[in-house]
């Protein structure tokens, strides 16, 4: 019955959930959906819990074993074209996967790439660690990526994590909450469109038609199906 109930939410885009891959779990076990690895945890450091939304692991394997095929000890590709063609793969990676609780895996990924390079240089001009020190060291003595024919290895750890912020009540859904759940509702999912006419003594204190409670940049009722008061 669960499973038929949730073949309809899908259904009018023409979607439908595959028999082989749809299974009902708690979600402290965690489910994988599209490269994401959808988790209820416990906080770090707090008794209190949350989804948490990571990388699972079949993309991430997916994405060495094509940074391995690239950097072959014994590969004879041009260094600048092995550093295009690894900038382009890591980066659109990243880009997809920015949205999780991705910090730390795109921190070992970089360690990773940053690896394969310089191995497959060490065995392909015979150098010792001493003479890639030399070659990835400034002047300054900062240290700098490997690069070549003015490309650089892309750093994977400098991406941008962003959450995603639309959750919760504010996401459309087919279901709505009962009428006794209003007391219960958060504020933000209580608030209202407010309207301010102003008087004689001094400038409305919010513009006409904003939210009171609407934080800047976020519309108050994004969701036909968020509560209004009445």
């Given amino acids: 019955a669960l499973r038929d109930h949730v073949a309809r939410v899908p259904a009018p885009v023409g979607l439908r959930p595959s028999p082989a891959k749809t299974r009902v779990t708690h979600m402290s076990e965690g489910v994988d959906f599209v490269g994401f690895r959808i988790q209820w945890r416990r906080k770090r450091g707090s008794t209190k819990w949350y989804v948490y939304t990571f990388i699972a692991d079949r993309p991430l394997r997916a994405v060495k074993a094509k940074i391995r095929a690239l950097t072959r000890r ?8 092995v550093l295009n063609w690894l900038n382009q793969i890591t980066r659109g990676w990243a880009n997809y996967f920015r949205h999780a609780v991705a910090k730390r895996t795109f921190a070992g990924l970089a360690r990773f790439s940053w690896r394969r390079v310089v191995r497959m240089v060490i065995v392909r001009r015979h150098w010792s660690w001493k003479d890639v020190r030399r070659w990835l060291t400034t002047p300054t003595g900062r240290r700098r990526p490997p690069a070549a024919d003015g490309t650089e290895l892309f750093n994977v750890a400098t ?36 309207r301010t006419a102003g008087s004689a003594g001094g400038a409305p204190r919010g513009e006409r038609g904003v939210p009171r409670c609407a934080s800047p940049g976020r519309p108050a009722s994004p969701s036909p199906y968020t509560l209004r008061a009445r």
């Avoid at 014994?74 to 074209?81: E, F, H, P, V, Y």
């Fill in 74 to 81: 014994t590969s004879q590709q041009d260094l600048g074209a």
């Fill in 159 to 194: 991406m941008a994590v962003t959450r995603y912020r639309w959750r919760g009540s504010r996401i459309p859904t087919p279901w709505t909450l009962p009428l006794n759940a209003w007391t219960a509702a958060p504020r933000r999912a209580r608030c209202v469109e407010r």
